[in-house]
């Protein structure tokens, strides 16, 4: 017999402090005031979020062939070192972490020079095309001149040198990915490409982790869908250079790309459609829908019936897998919101309740869909804390958590299964192969013998 350790764990139900209750909520079948979302986080609360500067780095890190230089404490370098498992078809100078390893005396003194002589030496050791220089909280503090270094550094080396002022206090991690997108506008200026000639699609969202970008490469070379770039998965500069030409952004991690989307379709002229490559259902949809914003009706035929083919070629795998899933229940903490409503039609193709969605910077409306998703009784929660996840995780009886490396330990310490869907799998998750990925892992973890033991 199968044990749940989460139903059977009698934990501390840490009370619900007073200033987030507003960003809790249970789903009851009806619409009434929506949850508190996109905001700073609760002082004292020991948010799951990671800070400003971690968001701009989430964004711009996948740029193989850029130069990331930090100025700041050498653990903020760490922090973020190789922080997401991006894969490179090309150059993978992103894989390093520099750093101006700030210390007591530079904070009292100023921190400038050793930034210069930092930008000096990776020009004339590494070479690198774009050197990003990201301004951690500390150099916020004393105030740097970050700006102007940047700029003489540009003049000196004829390389593009582009600041990231993001210290870790300045706003949330959703200030970062907006300041990344900054950046980005930054290196690839706002000269449109002349609409006639565009063509094709960037990819903004996708980071390729594990991979998860050559997969949708591999749908788009296969249904004659051309892919200018992705942004900013397995990206390389000169890539970057030649996004205006696409006719038709498609976003897949709305959280993090939304902004940089609409300041594109602003300043470039490129509309942009908002795509989940996750579970059969939206990875469906999102296909056909890009193939119908090209406006090709060959294309689009072609989708269809490359979709419905893949969609038929699962049916064996959910067949296997249902009977074997169905009535667990899973509970999701996840950092935007375009993943967590993926992951909700995911579970729900097994028979897999969800009873616990959390993100990190999910907005209104991403929270909208998901209480139109969920059945009642289903808590919903933003930029949560640990006791708040390990509570509702035991009152919900979760028989797994899909989350994060910072929630690993939590599902483990309960005895509950877990399934990364994060920076550190090596697996990819997204497309028709995902699906088949994820039902393998999470029945392997939730069916694991293990649990009998706990
Ligand atoms: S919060 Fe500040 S000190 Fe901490 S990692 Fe972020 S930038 Fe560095």
Redesign the pocket.
Known sequence: MKRNAARGTTATMAPILEERKSSIMTADGCGGAGIACDKVSVSGSVSQRA????GARVVLNPITNACHIIH??I??SS?TWDIRGSLTSGEDLFRHSFCTDMRETDIIFGGEKKLIASIDEAVEALHPKVIFVYA???VGIIGDDVHQVCADAEERHGIRVIPVQA???SGTKSTGYRLGGQAIMDLIGSNPFPRERAHGVNILGDFNLAGETWIVKGYCAHLGIDVVTGITGDASVEGLMRAPEAKVNVVQCAGSMSALAETMETELDIPFIKVSFYGIEDTTSSLVRMAEALGDERVVRATRDFCSEETRKLEPLIARYTPLLAGKRAAIYVGGGFKAISLIRQFREFGIETVMVGTQTGRPEDYDVIRSLVNPGCVILDDANPAELERFMVEKGADILVGGVKERPLAYKLGVAFCDHNHERKHPLAGYVGVRNFAEEINSSMNSPVWRYV
């Open positions: 800070c400003a500067y971690c700041g404490p653990g903020c922090y951690t909280c500390i210290p870790g206090f």
